[in-house]
């Protein structure tokens, strides 16, 4: 018989057996586990111990794995480049410029028809090299495009596998718990389960205590379902355990698990979707041939769009993490702006340069009608494209991503691992920051530093634990006690009841059976919290006494405030009797099992054994860390479960509150008491009056805790709208991180719950991290400004001067392949160097954007203005009167297609003052155009340049930073507000973006947007899918 490891390699029980008993539910699954013989059984069929767990041997686990799968589920393919190439080949500009350059490549072939035939045979020998560029030009920007999208598909995979792998989980091995990588636990293990967890397999309970599982996202039922051995044993991937503990076994990992089959079932859909997209553009089609019934054909039309767009769906669930960002949404109403005048100005330029060369040639010199004017018209058209092309900066998605994904990773070794790529630019827009205490502002290293036992508090004690449980465990082990031998004696099987922590109780109860019969509950839990439910207290010398509202009073004021003032954290452990026998004064007499289901009547009438008081020492780094937000313009607030004396103290020590500021420090109670109406319900206008002056909220929930943050976020008050940061640990954080602007979870004491609806995981739960991330944020934003400050320059001066070029010259000193060029290479090497600075601390001296402030400011407007007006006057001057200048031939009103020095002057000044101009814009990364300009020939329609020629050209250049400082002189405050771009608030944009892409989708094709508009939402989607995806 083959063995594998010690034991028989056949288990008792098959892989298609597990899974069917997984898709049973409640008394069907616990009937189906009794067939089989138990858990237990089970637990033998598989030959794992309920206790133990497996033995950990790796040939063991590699059969295991062989044998029931492994716990991973395989990811989509991703896009490969050929495929990548071809969607950006859809691009509609493109394929206009794809078209005219093969028309004009064509028509420079067809013989010509004129009587002066030598001199255009010349000509026409040459014709072909335009559109022949124009082609290149074409595929290289393509391939640029596909390479760029398949480097930052890669990086984003990376980062997603990142976030994947740091998921770990408890199981048993070896009789030792530990903490293993998800992809590692295979079926057999025995997982330990606590509150917070999401669930990494399917599994079935072995022991559980008090334990809730949210099963929302598998069966969209919102209500907790309660598990336990005899009623619904069974525990599903993806869930998330909302109350209690416990242990089960796995069963079924990888793709066998539910999940795994919902997402095998997802990319099944997915294709198939894909396929029914295709199959009714396919039908659409050949409905539009058909010459039958014009109705009949719309009405089928409109059946085969009512269905699920093939796209639109998909794209919408993997971007629709939260409303768009502030960054993104301010680029959306620039895009829609930009869209309108670049398209606007595109077709008039060619309408003009029509117009004019018809009124010309056919009325003024009434020529007849030959072939080769074909050519002028599709020339026409290529200048009108490129001025639409020109226009729309599509560098500045590339800029954004660059920006982003740099940051991204520079990010990871500041303790900032970045779920969502667009939490990034958003944290540089945060007004406010709503903090937790514990383990953020403090060390999260417990002490428990003072106790009170009825007698006066005693001296601290010198003992460092970690987390609360840790600091009561270091106090038993310094009152010369053994916890351990109490653990050995009371093992978690043999407990009867136990009673979780969570934010409603603040408190956790567990109840042990007595020697000589009956039962004890011990409870531990925040002192107001638990002394409300005392009746009984041990006093002086351990004498037992009654516990009056008196007495109550006394013990608040006198022990619990002190230690509370000093920063200390209050816990009270009290516990109850009841016995079968007769009881005392402080014990319960019963006949019959006590209904341990009434959790008021069973925790009640208390005995009070000893308050003791826990410090959690403040994070050293982080008073300064609070101060510089402060300074950023930054307002922190702590929001926690403590009491109000403790939060106070923490506060000042942090400098969240300072003396001479008007501040509120409140609880929970007194917080719902002030926004809430007669009617209970929260309203805007009455927390507008609370969280301005808020620093501390105290005692409070979670409900707390997001109705703050949503209250915020939808006030009007201030001028540019609060954008605000959370963060979060509990699972009951969840609802909060994901409605702030950027929710922050703990990498550490963060549960998976709150990790998953978070944006950044900090790593190290430092505060100073947080500080770090505003930082990278206003980093972020400020470089895509300084990119738009300098791409705009270049687009503006390029579309003016190919517009009025066509106006005046009836040709564009700026050929077509030039100005591809241009925008190709100087956009994307513009967008490598101004997204790729570091951040520097001067970022902090500044107040935040905020949400409505304009994308381009006033000064940059200004900036963009001049430099503008500036180049343009160097252009027009070279253009009319640089033959002069230069004593060379003119290049205007030419019938031919030679290159002339005059126009290669004018392109060769052009790029250095754009070059130069990234200088203003602080950065320069030494790109060169000699190539070009001295070899570019006909390709390029340039000629040869002399020295002085190239001095000139350089002299305008540097021309650009001399004009920059006087630019600067301009003072801001006189330009009107009007001048700034990208004004509005979000909802506005959010609304009209919406729209926008919605009309991407339409099935039949009724609602048209312009070219421009087209261009720049495709790469402005492509970019929040991206962003969607990581």
Avoid at 397 to 403: D, E, G, I, K
Avoid at 638 to 643: L, Q
Avoid at 889 to 894: A, F, I, L, Q
Wanted: aromatic fraction near 8%.
């Amino acid at each position: 018989m083959a063995t594998v490891d010690g034991r028989p390699a056949q288990y008792g029980i098959s892989l298609k057996q597990l899974r069917e008993v997984m898709e049973l539910r409640g008394h069907e699954a616990v009937e189906q586990l009794r067939h089989y013989g138990g858990v237990q059984e089970l637990c033998k069929k598989l030959y794992t111990s309920p206790t133990e767990g497996l033995s950990g041997s790796p040939k063991d686990i590699e059969h295991r794995r062989e044998t029931f799968g492994s716990n991973t589920i395989p990811p989509k393919p991703p896009k490969t480049f050929w495929r990548l190439v071809w969607e950006a080949l859809q691009d509609v500009t493109l394929i206009i410029l794809e078209v005219a350059a093969i028309v004009s490549l064509l028509l420079s072939f067809i013989p010509s028809s004129s009587e002066n035939e030598l001199v255009h045979e010349e000509d026409k020998s040459h014709e072909w090299i335009e559109g022949l560029a124009i082609l290149i030009s074409v595929i290289v920007v393509v391939l640029v495009t596909a390479f760029n999208d398949y480097t930052k598909e890669r990086q984003f995979r990376g980062l997603q596998s990142r976030i994947e792998g740091e998921h770990k989980f408890a199981v048993l091995r070896g009789g030792e718990s530990s903490q293993i990588f998800v992809g590692e636990i295979v079926v057999g293990d025995i997982c330990q389960v606590k509150y917070g967890d999401l669930l990494p397999a399917d599994g079935i309970l072995i022991q559980s205590n008090d334990l809730k599982v949210d099963e929302s996202s598998l069966t969209g039922e919102s209500d907790h379902v309660k598990k336990s051995e005899l009623t619904d044993p069974m525990l599903l991937s993806g869930t998330h355990v909302m109350e209690g503990s416990g242990r089960m076994l796995v069963a079924a990992v990888g793709i066998n698990s539910q999940a795994g089959i919902i997402f095998t079932l997802l990319g099944a859909a997915a294709d198939q979707q894909e396929a029914d997209a295709k199959q009714r553009k396919k039908a659409k089609k050949q409905r539009k041939k058909k010459k039958g019934n014009n109705m009949a054909s719309k009405q089928e039309a409109r059946e085969g769009s009512s269905g699920p767009s093939g796209d639109a769906p998909i794209k919408e669930e993997k971007s629709g993490h939260k409303d768009k960002s502030v960054l993104q949404a301010k680029l959306t109403k620039l895009a829609i702006q930009i869209g309108y005048a670049g398209s606007t100005i595109a077709i008039l330029t060619v309408i003009i340069l029509i117009t004019t060369f018809c009124i010309k040639t056919f009325v003024y010199e009434n020529q007849p009608w030959k072939n080769e004017y074909f050519n002028y018209f599709v020339k026409f058209l290529i200048i009108g494209v490129t001025v639409l092309v020109v226009a729309v900066p599509e560098g500045l998605p590339l800029a954004v991503t660059l920006s982003l994904a740099y940051s991204v990773k520079k990010m990871m070794l500041d303790n900032n691992l970045v779920r969502h790529l667009d939490a990034c630019e958003t944290m540089g827009n945060a007004t406010a920051i709503c903090s937790d205490k514990t383990g953020t502002l403090t060390t999260n290293r417990m002490t428990v530093v003072a106790c009170y036992d009825g007698d006066l508090p005693n001296e601290p004690i010198k003992q460092v634990g970690n987390k609360t449980e840790c600091a009561m465990l270091g106090f038993v082990l310094d009152l010369k006690k053994s916890y351990q031998s109490i653990r050995d004696e009371h093992p978690e099987e043999s407990f009867h009841r136990v009673y979780t922590f969570n934010s409603s109780r603040k408190s956790m109860s567990t109840v042990i059976a007595r020697e000589g019969g009956g039962y004890r509950v011990f409870t531990k839990g925040a002192s107001e919290m638990v002394l409300k439910k005392c009746a009984f207290i041990y006093g002086v010398d351990g004498k037992l006494e009654k516990f009056t509202r008196e007495n109550q009073d006394g013990l608040v004021r006198n022990v619990i405030e002190p230690m509370a003032c000093d920063g200390l954290r209050t816990i009270a452990v009290a516990y109850r009797d009841f016995v079968p026998g007769k009881a005392e004064i402080n014990q319960v007499h019963y006949d019959n099992e006590p209904n341990w289901d009434d959790e008021d009547g069973i925790i009640n009438n208390l005995t009070c054994m000893l308050i003791v008081g826990i410090e959690d020492p403040v994070r050293p780094e982080v008073p300064e860390a609070i101060r510089q937000c402060q300074k950023a313009g930054i307002t922190v607030r702590m929001v926690t479960g403590d009491n109000v004396n403790t939060a106070r103290s923490i506060a000042i020590k942090c400098g969240i509150v300072t003396p001479g500021m008007d501040y509120l420090i409140i609880d929970g109670k007194e917080f719902n008491r002030r926004i809430r109406d007669s009617n209970g319900e929260v309203q805007q206008h009455l927390l507008d009056q609370v969280w301005p002056k808020l620093r501390v909220l105290a005692r409070s929930s979670p409900t707390d805790k997001y109705t703050l943050v949503k209250g915020i976020i939808d006030s009007k008050i201030s001028d540019n709208r609060e954008v605000v940061a959370v963060t979060g640990d509990g699972t009951n954080d969840g609802p909060a991180l994901k409605k702030a602007d950027v929710g922050f979870a703990m990498g550490i004491a963060g549960t998976d719950v709150a990790k998953e609806a978070s944006d950044i995981i900090l790593t190290d739960d430092n505060f100073s991290s947080i500080v770090k991330a505003v930082m990278w944020g206003r980093n972020v934003y400020d470089s895509i400004a300084k990119f738009l400050q300098f791409q705009l320059t270049v687009n503006i001066v390029a579309v003016i001067v190919a517009f009025f070029g066509a106006c005046f010259i009836q040709d564009s000193p700026l050929k077509a392949v030039q100005m591809l060029w241009v925008n190709l290479i100087m956009d994307t090497l513009a967008s490598l160097a101004l997204a790729t600075e570091m951040p520097t601390p001067d970022l902090l001296t500044r107040k935040p954007y905020g949400r409505t402030k304009p994308l381009i400011s006033r000064t940059m407007m200004k900036n963009i203005t001049g430099q503008g007006i500036y180049q343009l006057s160097v252009i027009f001057t070279l253009v009319f009167v640089g033959e002069q200048l230069f004593d060379i031939d003119s290049g205007r009103y030419r019938a031919d297609t030679v290159p002339t020095q005059h126009f290669t002057i004018i392109f060769n000044t052009f790029v250095m003052m754009t070059l130069f101009n990234e200088i203003n814009a602080r950065k320069i990364h030494g790109q060169r155009n000699v190539v070009i300009v001295q070899f570019g020939g006909q390709a390029f329609s340039t000629a040869p340049l002399t020295i002085a020629q190239w001095a000139w050209c350089v002299f305008f250049g540097v021309g650009t930073l001399v004009w920059g400082q006087v630019v600067t002189t301009v003072p801001t405050s006189k330009i009107p507000k009007i001048f700034s771009w990208g004004r509005g608030h979000p909802e506005d944009i959010s609304a009209a973006m919406g729209a926008l892409t919605e009309d991407r989708f339409d099935a039949d094709g009724e609602k048209k947007r312009t070219t421009g508009q087209i261009l720049w939402i495709r790469g402005l989607t492509r970019l929040q899918t991206q962003v969607g995806r990581s």
